[in-house]
């Protein structure tokens, strides 16, 4: 063997031992390294945010409020010549049972009284004052009143437990619920009602309670108050959301047997056989109350008055001039008719249709009464139903759901007649004139008419001057409930 040649196998052999030492130790490093525990990173330090904490509004400081108010009695008379007291403050009843004490600012809540001399006719532990306070009476208030302002009505003291004479067998048939007094807090949105009243129902007995007008009920007790010793007390919200007219309401009282457990029913008619318990099945007293001012009342009356006058006034307009356009064209559909064709030009200087929709032979023009009725009538009629909708006083609900339904009356005669105007040109219906057919277009438009002249009727005596109309006792609406 050549020299050189050995000095490179031993060196090759030394290289492959290398080799393999070092891929050994590799092997056994990895092992060590996959059996030993991974070392934990170090936990990542997080800012812990501060509990929110709950902000509390400043407080409200007390405003200086003007204090007013009207004390009527059991026939809505004006009471004069009576103390009433708020706190330290006392004021006297003018010939219109008006009081009134200066603006100041008072904190609260305060006690009030009504006084005719020394005799003590009504009293009230807490009364809204201009405070900022949450609850009264356990009652949430208001914060920021618009004004304070209260009406007080005094109950009939004299016949208060006042018993007619009973009928054999029937039991007492003298009233069971009256009337003490009422205190109404107007605070310009929302209120509050305090009510006191006496009761010959049985002890622990029920009465629930609720203000109506023109046979609508306006606002009620969300729970009962319960009879103690005769007497019951009882405390209320008014919603936000209500306007408080100034007139004349109903107070309703009642107590039902149906609404009370029934062993203590039986037991109360074993105790009270006097009672007439067929009667209290479902017992009912309304007491007439005023709330508000009259010379209020008179200008409300006034405003609303000129709003129906206004809407009447326009509701007969498009009406007319419904009945003028719809009114021409079919006759002349009918045939050529001189004396007719004669007054056509005094009918269009009071109209909108400058060329009519039927030419001197009797053919339809019917892209001259498309314009009428979808680019004029029609869209004159939808503004007057929206302007009102917007605008409507609703002292009157009933007459204002009256007054929007005429306006939706005449757009559906609209439909009617113009779906019979087609017809009798021999035409099919127009698309915009879809109107569900129940006795054929004809009697279907005349039973329309029909109702619209008895709701025109109707409120034509709401456009009545103030003091020639009839109060909520004989208003319109509620005479046609009563019916």
Same mark, same amino acid.
């Given at each position: 063997?050549?020299?050189?040649?050995?000095?490179?196998?031993?060196?090759?052999?030394?290289?492959?031992?290398?080799?393999?030492?070092?891929?050994?130790?590799? &092997?056994?490093?990895?092992?060590?390294?996959?059996?030993?525990?991974?070392?934990?990173?170090?936990?990542?330090?997080?800012?812990?945010?501060?509990?929110?904490? %709950?902000?509390?509004? #400043?407080?409200?400081?007390?405003?200086?409020?003007?204090?007013?108010?009207?004390?009527?009695?059991?026939?809505?008379?004006?009471?004069?010549?009576?103390?009433?007291?708020?706190?330290?403050?006392?004021?006297?009843?003018?010939?219109?049972?008006?009081?009134?004490?200066?603006?100041?600012?008072?904190?609260?809540?305060?006690?009030?009284?009504?006084?005719?001399?020394?005799? %003590?006719?009504?009293?009230?532990?807490?009364?809204?004052?201009?405070?900022?306070?949450?609850?009264?009476?356990?009652?949430?208030?208001?914060?920021?009143?618009?004004?304070?302002?209260?009406?007080?009505?005094?109950?009939?003291?004299?016949?208060?437990?006042?018993?007619? #004479?009973?009928?054999?067998?029937?039991?007492?048939?003298?009233?069971?619920?009256?009337?003490? /007094? &009422?205190?109404?807090?107007?605070?310009? #949105?929302?209120?509050?009602?305090?009510?006191?009243?006496?009761?010959?129902?049985?002890?622990?007995?029920?009465?629930?309670?609720?203000?109506?007008?023109?046979?609508?009920?306006?606002?009620?007790?969300?729970?009962?108050?319960?009879?103690?010793?005769?007497?019951?007390? =009882?405390?209320?919200?008014?919603?936000?959301?209500?306007?408080?007219?100034?007139?004349?309401?109903?107070?309703?009282?009642?107590?039902?047997?149906?609404?009370?457990?029934?062993?203590?029913?039986?037991?109360?008619?074993?105790?009270?056989?006097?009672?007439?318990?067929?009667?209290?099945?479902?017992?009912?007293?309304?007491?007439?109350?005023?709330?508000?001012?009259?010379?209020?009342?008179?200008?409300?009356?006034?405003?609303?008055?000129?709003?129906?006058?206004?809407?009447?006034?326009?509701?007969?307009?498009?009406?007319?001039?419904?009945?003028?356009?719809?009114? %021409?064209? &079919?006759?002349?559909?009918?045939?050529?008719? #001189?004396?007719?064709?004669?007054?056509?030009?005094?009918?269009?200087?009071?109209?909108?249709?400058?060329?009519?929709?039927?030419?001197?032979?009797?053919?339809?023009?019917?892209?001259?009464?498309?314009?009428? &009725?979808?680019?004029?009538?029609?869209? /004159?009629?939808?503004?007057?139903?929206?302007?009102?909708?917007?605008?409507?006083?609703?002292?009157?609900?009933?007459?204002?759901?009256?007054?929007?339904?005429?306006?939706?009356?005449?757009?559906?005669?609209?439909?009617?007649?113009?779906?019979?105007?087609?017809?009798?040109?021999?035409?099919?219906?127009?698309?915009?004139?879809?109107?569900?057919?129940?006795?054929?277009?004809?009697?279907?438009?005349?039973?329309?008419?029909?109702?619209?002249?008895?709701?025109?009727?109707? =409120?034509?005596?709401?456009?009545?001057?103030?003091?020639?109309?009839?109060?909520?006792?004989?208003?319109?609406?509620?005479?046609?409930?009563?019916?």
């Amino acid at each position: 063997m050549r020299p050189g040649s050995t000095r490179l196998l031993i060196l090759t052999v030394v290289f492959t031992v290398f080799l393999l030492a070092a891929g050994n130790l590799l &092997l056994e490093w990895l092992k060590h390294r996959k059996e030993r525990p991974a070392t934990p990173p170090p936990p990542v330090q997080r800012e812990i945010p501060p509990e929110p904490q %709950e902000v509390q509004p #400043p407080p409200l400081e007390p405003r200086a409020f003007e204090l007013t108010g009207r004390v009527v009695g059991p026939a809505l008379k004006a009471m004069e010549g009576l103390e009433v007291s708020c706190g330290a403050e006392a004021a006297r009843t003018d010939a219109g049972g008006l009081f009134r004490f200066p603006a100041s600012r008072r904190g609260g809540p305060l006690a009030m009284t009504v006084r005719r001399g020394t005799e %003590e006719l009504a009293r009230w532990p807490e009364v809204f004052v201009g405070e900022a306070a949450s609850t009264l009476l356990g009652q949430p208030v208001v914060s920021r009143a618009a004004r304070v302002r209260w009406s007080i009505q005094l109950g009939d003291r004299e016949s208060a437990g006042k018993v007619k #004479p009973s009928e054999p067998g029937k039991g007492d048939r003298g009233a069971l619920i009256g009337l003490e /007094a &009422l205190l109404v807090e107007d605070w310009g #949105p929302a209120g509050r009602v305090q009510i006191s009243g006496w009761s010959r129902l049985p002890e622990g007995a029920h009465v629930y309670t609720a203000v109506y007008f023109e046979d609508e009920r306006i606002f009620a007790g969300a729970e009962p108050a319960e009879a103690r010793g005769g007497k019951f007390q =009882l405390a209320f919200p008014l919603p936000e959301s209500l306007h408080l007219y100034s007139t004349r309401y109903d107070l309703r009282f009642y107590f039902a047997t149906s609404m009370e457990n029934l062993e203590q029913v039986e037991g109360w008619q074993k105790a009270s056989p006097d009672l007439p318990w067929s009667d209290l099945a479902d017992y009912q007293v309304s007491i007439p109350v005023y709330i508000g001012l009259p010379e209020e009342e008179e200008a409300d009356d006034r405003r609303i008055q000129a709003q129906f006058c206004e809407y009447l006034k326009a509701a007969r307009r498009m009406k007319s001039l419904l009945e003028e356009q719809s009114g %021409e064209t &079919l006759k002349l559909a009918k045939g050529w008719d #001189p004396a007719l064709l004669e007054s056509r030009e005094e009918v269009r200087r009071a109209a909108w249709l400058p060329h009519g929709a039927a030419d001197p032979q009797g053919g339809f023009l019917e892209a001259n009464w498309r314009r009428f &009725l979808d680019e004029e009538w029609r869209p /004159a009629v939808r503004r007057l139903l929206e302007r009102y909708s917007q605008t409507k006083e609703n002292k009157h609900p009933k007459a204002a759901a009256r007054m929007e339904k005429v306006f939706k009356t005449l757009l559906d005669l609209s439909q009617m007649t113009s779906a019979l105007l087609y017809g009798k040109f021999g035409l099919p219906a127009h698309a915009e004139d879809f109107y569900q057919d129940e006795e054929g277009y004809g009697g279907d438009r005349a039973l329309l008419l029909k109702r619209l002249e008895e709701d025109l009727k109707t =409120l034509d005596r709401y456009c009545l001057p103030p003091g020639a109309a009839a109060d909520s006792a004989g208003s319109p609406d509620r005479q046609e409930a009563g019916r």
